[in-house]
């Protein structure tokens, strides 16, 4: 299998996930903390068994309790009891609490770390295909989401629905025919809730659909408001902002009429309920079928029966979310790595380089980039690759550090297939300097040093070959200095250098330099020329570059065309031939003589 990503579809965009399934993938996360879980879930039972013994203390203490002849014990045992309930009630929702969160953040930890070491590991393709985003979002937002989301579902079937249980349960006993009653006129209640609240997930939906587009525009204002103000579109982007929050509004009016209809009329409801409950209760009273106290008792239970059964009602909105975010995030967790290789070690190569026969193409429906290239680097040798936009000189270098692996033929180092050799092994052998430098928010060292630890000898011996060494130590702190994000504390040419000295430091037999010098002015370009002929020596070196001027020297020069080489040969040679080579030299030199 190649390096390319077997996987075509965007992240979590797979078949959607059932309860069941998702349940199945968090077992064993959740499998070595199943005490703790069953836990807290006895502990939220135990808050729904109190809910019930509200009521219940609530009958002897008004049977019994007032008036001349009420009974003593009643009047001080009642009290206590209500203490002691809440004091259990208290205890256990605590416990229900920390148990719970102790489960979903050791849960959360596993998931992240699994989802990042899985992304770390993935192949380019994945990187190609997945926007930085999607990524983001899904490690750091969506996994929160999911256990959040999920927890309160646990919450809410296992101590809601048992609350409801035990409330049912002491109704039933209190006054069977008053709770048939409220068994049919509750579910209509239920009905006209789940209406509305389905209602309101559509309007959030759109909402938040037309919230992200709102932040768009300014996101895309932003990050173009040069261009904006040198084309006058301070108007045109005011109209498109101003339409956007004028919609908003809307639907932020209708979520507001929509939801605040929702509590009126369930109090309506159960108003109509509750009067209906009193009305036939007055007649058991009149035939001395109920108490007072029985009464109150019955009515407490009855409202705060409604409560928990709201939630059961609305648990299906959150779930559904939560199973979203889960696609998401196992989507990442199943991306299949990059392949380890052969297993054959590799300490340093000798630098010796073959192409043999090799075509790629990045996918089945794309025309290939690479046809049929073979060719030999000698160990030591710079050989650089010339030819127009697209001809595929930067997929030829990825092929090396095995970033893709060729669909036709081999790629060979050191005359052994590079899918026989260890990736980690391989890769060890390559050093690559680009156009796009990349630095990482820590000190000059460990950019430097980057994969290592940083020995400080080195590093200073690594910065003074890429001519850094006094630019590094005129700062304040040195070489423990935070370049920034992406280096942005220095210059174009000193971030190039700083990338030379991680080369450098590397000490890799083979170079890879794709454009090293291409995005910089004439005094970088020197300075940075003089660190890569320090870096070059003694290491086979692949030179990608747009000017020509900077490959003169070159042992041999390949020229591409439409994934082939056309040409081959010396600078001279090739000006001599008259081909391609010296069709783009001619136009370069032209372009600069101009």
């Known amino acids: ?270 108003s109509i309920a509750l009067a209906i409950v009193i009305t036939i209760a007055v007649v058991q009273a009149s035939n001395d079928q109920t108490t007072v106290g029985g009464f109150v008792a019955f009515v407490t239970a009855m409202l705060l029966v409604i409560s928990p059964l709201k939630h059961l009602i609305d648990v299906n909105q959150p779930l559904q979310r939560g199973m979203t975010a889960a696609e998401l995030i196992f989507g990442l967790i199943d991306e299949p790595p990059e392949p380890a290789g052969g297993g054959k070690s590799l300490e340093r190569a000798r630098g010796e380089v073959e192409f043999r026969d090799v075509s790629f193409a990045y996918g089945a429906s794309h025309r290939a980039t690479l046809d049929h290239v073979s060719f030999r680097v000698k160990p030591g040798e710079m050989v650089a690759l010339a030819g127009p936009s697209g001809s595929g000189k930067t997929t030829l270098v990825n092929l090396l550090p095995r970033f893709f692996d060729p669909t036709g033929g081999e790629v060979l180092v050191d005359g052994v297939p590079i899918t026989d050799y260890d990736v980690h092994a391989l890769r060890r052998q390559f050093a690559m300097v680009s156009q796009d430098v990349v630095l990482f928010n820590d000190t000059v060292a460990n950019n430097v040093a980057y994969g290592e630890t940083a020995d400080r000898e080195r590093v200073q011996r690594a910065l003074r070959a890429a001519n850094l060494w006094e630019t590094v130590s005129s700062l304040p702190d040195g070489m423990d200095t935070l370049i920034g994000d992406n280096g942005m504390k220095f210059s174009g040419g000193q971030r190039q250098r700083l990338a030379i000295a991680r080369a450098i430091y590397k000490d890799a037999p083979i170079l890879i330099l794709d454009e090293a010098t291409s995005a910089l002015d004439s005094e970088s370009e020197r300075h940075v020329q003089a660190a890569l002929e320090t870096l070059m020596q003694g290491r086979t070196t692949l030179v990608i570059a747009h000017r020509l001027s900077t490959i003169e020297r070159a042992d041999r020069i390949l020229v591409m065309d439409s994934g082939h080489i056309v040409e081959s040969g010396s600078h001279q040679q090739l000006l001599e031939n008259g081909g391609l080579y010296a069709h783009l030299h001619r136009i370069q030199y032209q372009q600069s003589a101009a």
């Open 1 to 270: 299998m190649g390096g390319k990503s077997t996987l075509s579809k965007p992240v979590g965009s797979g078949t959607k996930s059932s309860p069941v399934q998702i349940g199945r993938r968090l077992w064993p996360y959740l499998k070595p903390l199943v005490w703790v879980l069953i836990a807290g879930v006895v502990s939220m039972a135990v808050v729904a068994a109190t809910e019930a013994g509200i009521p219940a203390l609530l009958k002897p203490l008004l049977d019994h309790g007032f008036g001349t002849r009420g009974d003593p014990k009643a009047k001080w045992l009642v009290p206590v009891a209500v203490i002691g309930l809440s004091l259990v009630r208290g205890v256990a929702q605590y416990a229900s609490g920390y148990l719970l969160q102790y489960v979903s953040n050791r849960v959360l930890l596993a998931l992240r770390l699994k989802m990042f070491e899985r992304m770390i590991h993935a192949s380019v393709g994945f990187f190609q295909r997945e926007t930085a985003s999607t990524v983001i979002n899904a490690i750091v937002f969506e996994v929160n989401q999911i256990l959040g989301v999920l927890l309160g579902v646990l919450v809410t079937l296992v101590r809601d629905s048992l609350t409801v249980v035990f409330l049912l349960g002491y109704l039933f006993y209190l006054n069977w025919r008053l709770t048939l009653i409220v068994a049919v006129l509750l579910p209509g209640i239920g009905w006209l809730v789940s209406k509305i609240n389905r209602r309101l997930r559509r309007l959030n939906r759109e909402h938040q659909s037309l919230t992200n587009e709102l932040s768009y525009i300014v996101e895309e204002t932003v990050g173009g408001h040069k261009v904006i103000k040198v084309h006058n579109g301070e108007q045109y982007e005011e109209d498109r902002f101003g339409e956007m929050s004028r919609r908003l509004r809307g639907y932020q009016m209708r979520m507001t009429v929509s939801g605040g209809l929702a509590q009126p009329l369930t109090q309506f409801l159960a």
